[in-house]
């Protein structure tokens, strides 16, 4: 009741971000006209009220909403990349005829954003609007590609400007504004980037060719138009993103047609995902082979069965970053049998890594079985990361001890329980310095302040 009642007046500005997060039309109009009426909130304060107001109405595309606030304050282009990602064409619309400066912003160019939704997942009306509301731009086919949409392509290829490779056109100013709305990727439904959006606003997509993609998506068709029908070709990463994705048909059909476009960095990604039948295959068909790089990645993916192939029937073997990478993922039957059957051992990498992931199981491992050791570094991320359990194991069992960092990190770690500390400056000699007293201070640490305070511990120079 107390919300509704603070809703009737909005007397309290804190009922204000409330009122407008609701999902109750007559709420959300009466925040808005109080906010457009009142005197005493300026343009800064309407617009930190009413922006975020505004992601939230068009990541549920509501129009109706948007009409209200933009009535205030004019449409920021955030509003314009939700709708984008949402592949909302009819908002798109809209927000195009009423301010279209928000998409060929300095900042981010929005209806790129939107063609690389469309593209992808073949919305073939959307891309047509797009083409024809900016006959100037140059439209990059890899989005179509990833998706194996062939009919897109192909329209493209008849109606519109487009560039096979991604680097001639300057998408890499989207990076920052698709990092502006990650925090609603997982409310837009109809999003079609599955992965989060800085790796789809990346460079990595810079950097491949459409057709290159094309094999990655697995659409042979797709793949057999480019060759026949494309200007740029395709590059060595054709070879390397089917590897990676396991298509064995799209490795045949590049091994026919594409043979000078294999490395060993094929077979070592294959290696890395588990393809035990492609790895199997190119050892039987390819001479590239593979590098060190094929155990030491499928060890850190905890591939076992692939491990012990390439042992058997390979000569390249593995390096101590093997049982290193496996040790950091947790592998420890990865860890175990590279032990018992490889000779490259590991690094204090290993149990430094354990420790900072907390694997108490695989830091007594290491320590019974191998002779590699630590660093101070491994009770120092333990302390960082408050597992008390892990720096009292290795207080008592590791004699490498720990760093000033130790106490210095523990007072700056937000979830640090301060008996960690506590044990830090009781049970061991490095201290740490006042930099200790300084993070907990910035961050907010009160128990740990307090306790500085009541046991006034010594603490070394800067």
């Known amino acids: 009741m107390w919300i509704i009642d603070a809703f009737a007046d909005f007397s309290d500005k804190l009922a204000l971000p409330e009122a407008l997060e609701t999902t109750n039309p007559r709420f959300f109009a009466r925040a808005v006209h109080y906010i457009a009426e009142n005197p005493r909130f300026d343009e800064l304060e309407k617009c930190s009220l009413l922006r975020p107001a505004m992601e939230r109405a068009a990541v549920r595309g509501n129009m109706a909403e948007l009409e209200l606030c933009k009535a205030i304050i004019p449409f920021h282009c955030n509003v314009a990349l939700i709708a984008a990602l949402r592949g909302d064409l009819p908002l798109l619309k809209w927000i195009w005829d009423s301010q279209p400066t928000v998409f060929h912003h300095e900042d981010v160019w929005v209806e790129q954003v939107a063609f690389d939704v469309a593209a992808e997942r073949g919305d073939l009306v959307t891309v047509q609007w797009l083409v024809a509301a900016f006959p100037d731009n140059t439209w990059s086919l890899g989005s179509a590609a990833i998706g194996g949409r062939l009919d897109v392509i192909a329209w493209l290829y008849q109606n519109a400007n487009v560039s096979e490779d991604p680097l001639r056109n300057a998408f890499t100013r989207n990076l920052s504004a698709a990092l502006a709305v990650e925090k609603w990727r997982d409310r837009i439904e109809k999003c079609c980037f599955h992965r989060p959006l800085w790796w789809r606003y990346g460079i990595r997509i810079y950097l491949v060719k459409a057709m290159d993609w094309a094999a990655q998506s697995g659409n042979l068709e797709l793949l057999q138009w480019f060759n026949d029908n494309g200007r740029e070709g395709c590059s060595t990463m054709a070879v390397v993103l089917a590897a990676e994705a396991g298509n064995m048909e799209i490795l045949l059909w590049l091994h026919e047609n594409h043979s000078s476009l294999w490395t060993s960095r094929t077979m070592d990604l294959a290696a890395e995902q588990g393809h035990l039948d492609i790895v199997q295959w190119m050892h039987t068909n390819r001479t590239e082979g593979c590098s060190t790089n094929a155990m030491n990645w499928a060890a850190k993916n905890g591939q076992l069965e692939m491990v012990k192939w390439l042992h058997n029937n390979r000569s390249e ?129 009160l128990e740990i302040l307090r306790w500085f305070d009541e046991h006034k511990p010594t603490f070394l120079e800067h």
């Not at 860890?335 to 204090?348: A, D, I, N």
């Not at 130790?406 to 201290?431: P, Q, Y």
Request: glycine share 8%; hydrophobic share 40%.
């Open 317 to 445: 073997g593995c390096t101590t970053a093997a049982i290193d990478a496996a040790v950091r993922n947790g592998h420890l039957d990865v860890v175990q049998w590279l032990h018992k059957f490889r000779t490259e051992g590991c690094t204090v990498m290993a149990m430094d890594k354990a420790a900072e992931a907390g694997n108490l199981e695989m830091v007594k491992w290491l320590h019974h079985n191998r002779t590699e050791g630590c660093t101070e570094m491994a009770m120092d991320k333990a302390a960082e990361d408050g597992n008390l359990e892990m720096v009292k194991w290795l207080h008592h069992n590791r004699t490498e001890g720990c760093s000033t960092f130790a106490v210095d990190l523990a007072a700056a770690s937000g979830h640090l329980d301060v008996i960690n500390c506590k044990f830090l400056a009781e049970n061991r000699t490095e201290g740490g310095t006042f930099a200790a007293y300084e993070f907990a201070e910035e961050e907010g640490h």
